[in-house]
């Protein structure tokens, strides 16, 4: 299996668990854009026209979803932001758990939803619902998450700053029709491959629980002695100003989404026709380097991740911070203490927010005291977490010999393309 280098083992146990998916949907149904099946087909607009769900709003908890909490490619949710009756203002809609959700806005980023409660959600997702006679919801979703479809439609745009999809072309696409006995029984292949998934992340949240548990018994005794971080920084700072371009190429540029699920993603990197690091030299990331995501929205500031040396040389762009400490503090040490309690509430403190977005500044970050326990329970902590990244890593790699329980069944797949 191909898989991206892009982060953490349950990365790779989504993307696995994604590939499985994608890849019967194309030996049920073939390539939609194609359709070299020759399945009946439905306008858009007709099959699954954009219906709001009527509902009243609660005086509180009313789930509001926005594009920044859904995962792309796979439609997770990352967290739910439930809002009071009076902050659902300004432009937004409403949905059930019928509709499909499709984010006109950068279709490039893949972003579909199937909601699981009734809630609200920006104008950027087109309430879709789809006919149940004519089209199961879990097949609609995968169909609208294809790679062939997303490309197409990453295409048929208007707009350079804020690409968004040409609601025409939409409208009028053609949607393959399946028997819906066929796209019920893709529907249960799917389940199944999520009733899996869940069983690793259960496994992966128990490891990480332990990690938690071992981190505060290790350090527990240590929390009182403290240092401010700019007593152990080598240097706490912004990045190089670059503009980047999203058909660049070159050496490539961190940006806010390289640390998308507080991992390094080297497939979330930008580029900006750079191939000279001359000019940039001060700004090549290190191996042990922290970045620290100090623009973002509020549940993201604070966010730090350890680069291990991924896709060297990258450089440091703007809107993250990035740490290099001396030898007295430990990266591995510093970026789950970022996880902790404690840290989480000094973030808080010296957080400010806007409209849009949460910030803090590189001198009061400076200023947060931090424990700096004993150079060998560190090192100590960093065994412990190399030893439950091998069992994650087993994990994963028992996923791989399984591959062929779902990769291959008789279906319709088989079938050969239709007399055009």
């Known amino acids: 299996m191909a898989i991206k280098g892009s982060g953490s083992p349950m990365e790779?146990?989504?993307?696995?668990?994604?590939?499985?998916?994608?890849?019967?949907?194309?030996e049920m149904f073939g390539n939609p854009i194609a359709n070299r099946f020759c399945w009946p087909i439905g306008k858009m607009k007709a099959v699954a026209?954009?219906?709001?769900?009527?509902?009243?709003?609660?005086?509180?908890?009313?789930?509001?979803?926005?594009?920044?909490?859904?995962?792309?490619?796979?439609?997770?949710?990352?967290?739910?932001?439930?809002?009071s009756k009076d902050e659902l203002t300004g432009s937004i809609m409403s949905f059930g758990t019928g509709n499909v959700l499709y984010s006109k806005l950068r279709p490039y980023l893949n972003k579909v939803v199937v909601?699981?409660?009734?809630?609200?959600?920006?104008?950027?997702?087109?309430?879709?619902?789809?006919?149940?006679?004519?089209?199961?919801?879990?097949?609609?979703?995968?169909?609208?998450?294809?790679d062939p479809f997303v490309n197409k439609f990453s295409s048929?745009?208007?707009?350079?700053?804020?690409?968004?999809?040409?609601?025409?072309?939409?409208w009028k696409f053609d949607v393959p029709l399946p028997p819906i006995d066929l796209q019920n029984?893709?529907?249960?292949?799917?389940?199944?491959?999520?009733?899996?998934?869940?069983?690793?992340?259960?496994i992966f949240q128990s490891l990480d629980n332990l990690v938690k548990s071992r981190f505060i018994e290790m350090f527990n005794p240590f929390l009182k002695d403290t240092k401010y971080l700019s007593d152990v920084a080598i240097f706490?700072?912004?990045?190089?100003?670059?503009?980047?371009e999203k058909s660049a190429k070159g050496y490539p540029i961190t940006r806010i989404e390289t640390l998308a699920n507080g991992v390094f993603n080297i497939d979330r990197l930008g580029y900006a026709d750079i191939f000279n690091l001359d000019k940039y030299e001060g700004y090549i990331l290190q191996p042990g380097d922290l970045l620290i995501s100090h623009i973002n929205s509020g549940i993201y500031v604070g966010k730090t991740v350890q680069y291990h040396g991924e896709n060297a040389p990258i450089?440091?762009?703007?809107?993250?911070?990035?740490?290099r400490l001396n030898d007295e503090c430990s990266p591995t040490f510093f970026e789950y203490?970022?996880?902790?309690?404690?840290a989480r509430a000094y973030i808080k403190t010296i957080t400010k927010q806007s409209v849009n977005q949460a910030s803090f500044s590189v001198s009061d970050l400076k200023k947060m005291p931090i424990p700096i326990p004993p150079k060998d329970v560190q090192h100590s902590f960093e065994l412990f977490l190399k030893q439950v990244d091998k069992s994650k890593f087993e994990v994963v790699q028992s996923l791989l010999r399984l591959k062929s329980k779902y990769m291959h069944t008789e279906t319709p797949s088989e079938r050969t393309d239709c007399d055009l």
């Open 12 to 26: 790779a146990v989504d993307e696995y668990f994604d590939m499985l998916i994608k890849s019967r949907f194309i």
């Open 337 to 342: 203490y970022m996880k902790t309690n404690d």
């Open 115 to 146: 909601p699981n409660e009734p809630g609200y959600g920006t104008t950027e997702l087109i309430p879709l619902l789809p006919n149940p006679e004519l089209l199961n919801q879990t097949y609609f979703a995968c169909l609208l998450r294809s």
């Open 236 to 244: 706490l700072r912004n990045g190089a100003n670059i503009k980047q």
């Open 49 to 83: 026209p954009a219906v709001q769900f009527s509902q009243e709003p609660m005086q509180e908890g009313n789930w509001l979803l926005n594009l920044d909490a859904i995962q792309s490619n796979s439609g997770y949710i990352l967290f739910k932001n439930e809002v």
């Open 156 to 170: 048929a745009v208007a707009g350079t700053k804020m690409p968004r999809v040409s609601m025409d072309t939409f």
């Open 185 to 202: 029984e893709f529907a249960s292949f799917v389940k199944q491959v999520d009733k899996s998934r869940a069983i690793c992340k259960q």
């Open 315 to 323: 450089i440091h762009g703007m809107n993250l911070l990035c740490l």
